[in-house]
């Protein structure tokens, strides 16, 4: 009885493994003809070289954000360094290849090649972009596999590269062959300890509403949920054959839940440091400038509230009632001066959610009473994105918990004083060492020790870090006010130097192709019958 029990048990195993391929995979015709679509529509360099087929699940690669960074720039890299491979870009934009080519040349300066890029369409992205009012992460963990699925229908790829963090894909493409490898990039763990310590102390969230937190039974019953949870995503986790991780931090909750410490690495994001690190120094407009997507994640309430605060300790800097500033053509070009502080917003907006979002700051600073000092400015062309960083004397980052920070960088590298959230990839990799504030004041270097810094080596600061509103605006007055130029000079040196040599192009190159080398090394050997690993 047991034996026909546990033989019903097996056949439903083998039913279930089946059907999986036959619904991810289709026929082996199927397959057949969309490879063969590929090959007519691209031109790898296959004359030492048999064509590999690189698919990247990225389901927004035109979003413009710092994960849309790391895609391209790792799509770059394989361009100059493989001309064989064609990168497959599961896609749900909608959007034409030369036209989605020509959005990354505009957004990040990178010139991709259209011949070795192919996009597959996606019609299921609602399942990862809808904001289910219950069980997001499971709703969404579902949705992240049936779109995997839809993916890999369009084109079964030789590597499968993950650049959002969707890690329930990954036993989905070990089931279908165990012939794909699978390489991830994760910049943020999907569930991570700090969610569940949020959860359990009951404390309001974006990831905790107010029902939950205010509930003692829906706090049980949902450190259940996110119990369950984070085993099922650290075993899918472990599916995967190399992973890579943008940040100490996120380095840290990765390896605790996928258990693979020798599979993964840190691998910085790439920040175009060289180009920004050729702009001047001097000189600088009183502006406050934030460079991050309007996610709500983000936290720039935290920015305008801050910036109110200042205005409110500072009231000098508060501009009158009949101010105007002058037209954005004028500043960009640096032909009009600003008499008083501003605060500009700049960030993609992915999708309608992210517009109401910007809007809604834009209210928030004209019930502050300080609209005439705030701008938002939504989807800017990274053209005009350099013209803010290079007029713009202070750079403001509040997400608490940022798995990294590129903005943070960008703006380090360009010149900014830049005051980041004191937590996670900003304190552990980027803002190191900082200004903190000591009972409410920052703990600066005096004038004399900055210009000593600036003759030497020093281990001086390269930004600040805060918490709450308050000290964001203190550490917003130690950049903008004018008794303070050696500090200023020498954080702003420091600061440039530590994202050139930490955080480049050419640095993420050097790291990527460390992961990456072996994946092409283990497919040539598959296809020679040979064994190795990805070590």
Known sequence: MYSFAAGVV??????????????????????????????????????????????????FPGAGGGGERVLWTMIKAIQDKYPFIVSVIYSGDKTECLELIQNVRGKFGLEINPQTIYVVELNRRWWVEHKFPRLTLLMQTIGSVWLAMEAINGLRPDVFVDTVGYAFTYPLVRAISERIPVVSYTHYPTISSDMRTLVASREAGINNDDAVAN????????????????????????????VMTNSSWTHSHIVKLFGRPSMTRVVYPPCDTAELATLELLPRQPIVMSLAQFRPEKNHAMQIEAFATL???????????????????????????????????????????????????????????????????????WTQVRRWLRISAVGLHTMRDEHFGIGVVEMMAAGLLTVAHDSAGPKMDIVTPAVRCTNGEPDAPSETDAKQSLDENS??????????????????????????????AAMQRKARLAAETRFSETAFFQAFYRRFDPVVRWLDNQRSDSDDSFE
Request: proline residues 6%; glycine residues 6%; hydrophobic residues 45%.
């Open 10 to 59: 097996v056949m439903a195993f083998v039913a279930v493994f089946l059907g999986l391929q036959v619904l991810t995979l289709g026929t082996q015709q199927h397959q057949d003809e969309k490879r063969s679509l590929v090959r007519a529509a691209t031109k790898p360099d296959t004359s030492t070289h048999e064509a590999y087929y690189v698919g990247f699940f990225h389901p």
């Open 215 to 242: 509930s003692a039974t829906l706090t049980t019953l949902k450190n259940l949920y996110y119990a369950v949870f984070a085993a099922a995503y650290a075993w899918a986790g472990s599916c995967a054959h190399t």
């Open 311 to 381: 205005l409110r300790m500072h009231p000098e800097l508060a501009a009158p009632q009949d101010w105007k500033p002058p037209a954005p053509g004028a500043i960009l070009d640096n032909v009009a001066s600003i008499a008083y502080p501003m605060l500009v917003m700049l960030g993609g907006a992915r999708n309608i959610d992210d517009e109401a979002r910007a809007e809604q700051l834009r209210q928030l600073a004209k019930r502050l009473g300080i609209d005439r000092q705030v701008r938002v400015v939504i989807n800017a062309p």
């Open 459 to 488: 281990d001086f600061p390269v930004g600040m870090v805060a918490e709450s509103a308050e000290e964001f605006a203190a550490m917003l007055w130690l950049a903008l006010r004018t008794d303070r130029p050696m500090l200023h």
